[in-house]
T-cell receptor, first 111, second 114 residues
């Protein structure tokens, strides 16, 4: 089976940096992804890590440590529009394309 | 990226009835996925729909309750059958990106069962 753990809520101040952690247990591993979802909207893809290390995309970075079954999403220079839910996700262990999502982290940003 | 549309965007249905949700993609894709999301909750995969074969259902979901059609590479439908209030949820379809490292989601169908 597969399971992902991430904090249910995180609060940060506008302009600051916040890190959202994710630990996972999978029978196979083909990459850790991150998605953003605003209230009333559909999830949108942010980043993907298949190998250990840091991937940077603008203000967002994602990190993976396969030996620790751990990853995080780092958001810098927080803006009010970053208030959303963030989901980590893993690809299925039998090499199909399906993705299993964590429970999501609600990010609250204070002015 | 793929552009995905869903119909209807929302509906209010009476218990015992069925609703068919349509998902249209602007490009041909091998696999399409159907998810359910309760407000404030995570996404739960219902089934994977491949063109030309029967859908593969996740644990807890059965074909009699959630029949799926996949008549071609750009279209799929999900039917929620014999609805009860517990079926009230947002239903989303998605497709994989070219390298299968990301998924693209439709806008969702908000279903309320009374």
């Amino acid at each position: 089976g597969q399971s992902l753990e991430q904090p249910s809520e995180v609060t940060a101040v506008e302009g600051a940096i916040v890190q959202i952690n994710c630990t996972y247990q999978t029978s196979g591993f083909y990459g850790l992804s991150w998605y953003q979802q605003h209230d009333g909207g559909a999830p949108t893809f942010l980043s993907y890590n298949a190998l250990d290390g840091l991937e940077e995309t603008g203000r967002f970075s994602s990190f993976l440590s396969r030996s620790d079954s751990y990853g995080y999403l780092l958001l810098q220079e927080l803006q009010m529009k970053d208030s959303a839910s963030y989901f980590c996700a893993v690809r299925g262990g039998n090499r199909d394309d399906k993705i299993i999502f964590g429970k999501g982290t609600r990010l609250h940003i204070l002015p | 990226s793929a552009v995905i549309s869903q119909k209807p965007s929302r509906d209010i249905c009476q218990r015992g009835t069925s609703l068919t949700i349509q998902c249209q993609v602007d490009s041909q894709v091998t696999m399409m996925f159907w998810y359910r999301q309760q407000p404030g909750q995570s996404l739960t995969l219902i089934a994977t729909a491949n063109q030309g074969s029967e859908a593969t259902y996740e644990s807890g979901f059965v074909i009699d309750k959630f029949p799926i059609s996949r008549p071609n590479l750009t279209f799929s439908t999900l039917t929620v059958s014999n609805m009860s209030p517990e079926d009230s949820s947002i239903y989303l379809c998605s497709v994989s990106g070219g390298l299968a490292v990301e998924q693209y989601f439709g806008p969702g169908t908000r279903l309320t069962v009374t």
